[in-house]
């Protein structure tokens, strides 16, 4: 078994950066997982932490049974695939998938064996020969994966595994990888910047943010239900939209329109509440014509996305709210410029709409955008308001601590 | 394909045609003929003859063939200088500056900070240090009776320049330049990716493995450029004689030694001469071999 377990992991740079604070997270054996999370917010250090290229500085790190919190990278089993791939220029193709086995003594024939097997799973065998220099991106990706399976470990890290591949290639890598990771079978944690690989990728994703996890779960989890405005903000292609709402009774006041309470939030808030409304672009309908139980505003852009359009649409504000950007200074905080989050200053809220194609506005009409139900969220200060904490919401310290 | 507006029609870069480039060259040219090429034929010449600073010959120096390079080639003197010249070249460039100076540089590789900066200042201090200067700084820490060494080793009359003159002029020489393969390997290790060390060590490479696998196929260039530099600096070196002069009874006395004391205080300058220019075919030969190798990294492909 080869589940990776993490407990209390704390990694402290000499130079006082925190980059791992107190994480706890567990990772099911076979599982393709990803580390998510904006440039600096600590997956690449968490990799390098399970590879033991980097040293904990507090908690522990066990891949199976074995704590492995002190081994160094070679006596931990598991075999690591760089960004840069990082083959060796100097040896053929064959030399570099054997590496591993030659450095653990594997006699000569049984390596070349080894290493023409794998070559072949991989569809490399014509390449043997070959220097890395002479390979095309993707199949030197390729060569790096089979030095990585060619010693059977008990864990895959793959570090950024798709950026350094065109737009083109990367889509199909993307589908490669998930079949070969599946046919392995073999524990596999991936790190992205890129939610979009994350989703189509992973079994389950970690959100990270600051050196902590924001969230735990199975991509439809995080997608549909962000536990936070960041996880919110981060997730998805086109932002979610954070609306600024006050709860009266049985109902929510966004903008000018009043909204029927999503269901997970009933008998949590209490009336007069200042909250964050949440909706995903893709989960709103937009009609041209009124319709109750609609956010109504002006077209201002149409932006063409091939089958879909995005909408974005003016609503003007709440005329009862006093000082608006009140959610601003609590929820997002951390929320990497989410479309539409508080509102203007002019008391005006952008709302962004998926349409689907035939059914585009022009700018300047009038239209009118609901919600489908049980796909709205409501935030107060930053997290998910729901009936109960969900188990997908990690660590009770998880959300707290970030905005400080 | 030549811009039209162009005023010059001359075919180089510059713009300034056959004439003025010469014009600019000459001066260079004149100043190493005069001071390079001259003397250089001149030892060719006077190897050849007889001449002496004084005396009869050096008024009618006689021409005497080959007479020179034989004794040379005969004699157990120049032999015996020959062999501690490689053994200088490979104790102090070789192992001497070339280990320690990779050794220092893989060991700072991945440090910051008032450590390396501290071990490179002292390095490059005995670098930067003219030669008698250092000179005089080892015969002082060397002496026999009033030596900084004995005295911390608690074993004064010992006399390491009588007793090691071989040992102490090369780790007096590792000492003095191994600053500049540091500093060379230090700056090779940059284009050392992480990635591909990190892929050794967690392939479970030992360090020796890595420097075999990952770092040496990646700074073999400069490996070989290093040698190259160091050896041809080394077996030219002079700064040996201010320290122990060739002594005690010859057992320290390196080419340049035996040269400048058959030549200049043995007057014997026609023979000084000859093996003067035997040094620099043996110099020729070194430069070849690693230029040859330095040639071969760029075959496989």
């Known amino acids: ?404 | 394909m030549r811009p039209a507006t162009g005023a010059s029609p001359a075919p180089d870069a510059a713009g300034l045609g056959r004439a003025r480039a010469t014009g600019f060259l000459v001066p260079a040219m004149v100043l190493i003929l005069v001071f390079l090429v001259v003397p250089a034929a001149w030892t060719i010449y006077l190897g050849v003859t007889n001449y002496r600073l004084t005396g009869l010959a050096a008024a009618n120096p006689e021409i005497v063939g080959l007479d020179n390079y034989t004794q040379a080639l005969g004699d157990e003197r120049f032999r015996t200088s020959l062999l501690l010249t490689l053994q200088f070249v490979l104790g102090s460039a070789v192992i001497g500056q070339a280990g320690l100076g990779f050794a220092i540089a893989f060991a700072l590789r991945d440090r910051r900070g008032p450590l390396r900066r501290l071990v490179e200042g002292f390095v490059l201090l005995s670098w930067i240090l003219p030669s008698s200067v250092v000179a005089f700084l080892w015969i002082a820490l060397l002496d026999r009776d009033a030596g900084t060494l004995n005295a911390l080793l608690g074993i004064p009359g010992m006399a390491w320049l009588l007793d090691y003159p071989m040992l102490s002029i090369i780790i007096f020489n590792t000492w003095r330049g191994t600053a500049f393969s540091m500093m060379l390997y230090a700056a090779a290790l940059e284009n050392v990716p992480r990635s591909h060390l990190e892929t050794a060590r967690l392939a479970g490479a030992s360090t020796w493995q890595q420097l075999r696998d990952v770092v040496f196929p990646r700074i073999r260039g400069h490996v070989l450029t290093n040698l190259l530099l160091i050896s041809l600096w080394t077996f030219n070196d002079f700064a040996p004689f201010l320290i122990t002069a060739g002594g005690p009874e010859q057992r320290s006395e390196i080419l340049p030694v035996y040269v400048y004391k058959v030549a200049l205080s043995g007057g014997e300058l026609g023979f000084g001469a000859a093996i003067s220019f035997i040094m620099l075919l043996i110099n020729l030969v070194i430069a070849l071999v690693y230029l040859r190798m330095l040639g071969r990294r760029k075959e496989p492909a």
């Open chain 1, 1 to 404: 078994m080869s589940a990776i377990t993490m407990r209390e992991l704390t990694k402290v740079y000499p130079n006082g950066v925190r980059a791992l604070d107190a994480l706890d997270l567990e990772i099911a054996d076979g599982e393709f997982f990803a580390l998510l999370g904006p440039s600096g917010c600590g997956k690449t250090t968490l990799l390098r932490t399970i590879a033991g290229l980097e040293v904990a500085s507090g908690g522990s790190v066990h891949i199976g049974e074995r704590n492995v919190t002190n081994l160094p990278p070679g006596k931990r089993d598991v075999a690591m695939v760089f960004q840069d791939y990082a083959l060796f220029p100097h040896m053929t193709v064959q030399e570099n998938i054997a590496y591993p086995l030659r450095i653990k003594k594997v006699d000569r024939r049984a390596r070349a064996d080894k290493a023409a097997e794998t070559a072949d799973e991989l569809g490399l065998s014509a390449l043997l020969q070959r220097r890395p220099g002479q390979l095309s991106g993707g199949q030197q990706q390729r060569v790096a994966l089979a030095r990585a399976m060619a010693c059977h470990p008990q864990v895959f890290l793959l570090d950024e595994p798709l950026s350094n591949l065109d737009a083109r290639l990367r889509l199909e890598a993307r589908t490669f990888l998930k079949r070969l990771q599946r046919e392995l079978g073999v524990t596999t944690v991936f790190v992205t910047h890129d939610q979009a690989e994350a989703l189509a990728l992973a079994d389950r994703i970690a959100v990270m943010e600051g050196g902590r996890i924001r969230q735990v779960g199975t991509p439809t989890e995080v997608f549909r239900r962000p536990a936070n405005t960041f996880v919110a903000g981060f997730i998805g292609s086109t932002p979610m939209n954070l609306v600024d709402a006050r709860v009266d009774g049985d109902e929510l006041v966004v903008g000018r329109a009043r909204l029927p309470l999503p269901e997970d939030a009933r008998g949590q808030v209490g009336g007069g509440e200042r909250l964050v409304y949440g909706v995903r672009p893709e989960y709103l309908d937009y009609s041209p014509t009124p319709v109750p139980g609609a956010l109504s505003g002006q077209v201002v852009v149409v932006e063409n996305l091939g089958s879909v359009s995005l909408v974005s649409l003016d609503v003007p504000g709440d005329d009862a709210a006093e000082a608006p950007g009140d959610a601003g200074s609590t929820g997002d905080a951390g929320t990497t410029g989410a479309g539409g989050a508080a509102g203007d200053a002019g008391g005006r809220t952008s709302v962004q709409v998926v349409v689907a194609e035939g059914g585009e506005p022009t700018p300047g009409d009038t239209g009118w955008v609901v919600p489908r139900p049980g796909r709205s969220l409501l935030y107060r200060d930053g997290d998910l308001v729901t009936v109960a904490e969900a188990a997908s919401v990690p660590a009770p310290r998880a959300g707290a601590g970030v905005q400080g």
